[in-house]
């Protein structure tokens, strides 16, 4: 059984940083890609970051590049997201996925396990 629990998650204001993490139980972390996903209130969950299961290929959505890093530790079964230039329009609860793949992924039919969710509110 997979289980994602996020962490990380408060209260900044616009311009500041935060970085989430996702501690993932059960055994082969390092054989998928991992991915943030952001749902705000009364918006549909959208793809925020992936990461391959090497960490060395990553893809964003656009408007998170340049200010959000998505990283991995398979060691530690771990996945991060740096977020940093924070907007208000970053209010979210953000949530990590775990692909069926090993390859990125954008759309959500891709994963198959995913965390309860952690909030990030940014406030202006």
């Known amino acids: 059984q997979v289980q994602l629990v996020e962490s990380g998650g408060g209260l900044v204001q616009a311009g500041g940083s935060l970085r989430l993490a996702c501690a993932a139980s059960?055994?082969?972390?390092?054989?998928?890609?991992m991915g943030w996903f952001r749902q705000a209130p009364g918006k549909e969950r959208e793809f925020v970051a992936a990461?391959?299961?090497?960490?060395?290929?990553?893809d964003y959505a656009d408007s998170v590049k340049g200010r959000f890093t998505v990283s991995r530790d398979n060691a530690k079964n771990t996945l991060y997201l740096q977020m940093n230039s924070l907007k208000p329009e970053d209010t979210a609860v953000y949530f990590c996925?775990?692909?069926?793949?090993?390859?990125?992924?954008?759309?959500?039919?891709?994963?198959?396990?995913w965390g309860q969710g952690t909030q990030v509110t940014v406030s202006s």
């Open positions: 990461i391959d299961r090497s960490g060395i290929s990553t």
């Open positions: 059960g055994r082969s972390f390092s054989d998928y890609a």
């Open positions: 996925a775990r692909a069926y793949v090993g390859t990125t992924r954008v759309g959500r039919q891709w994963y198959n396990y």
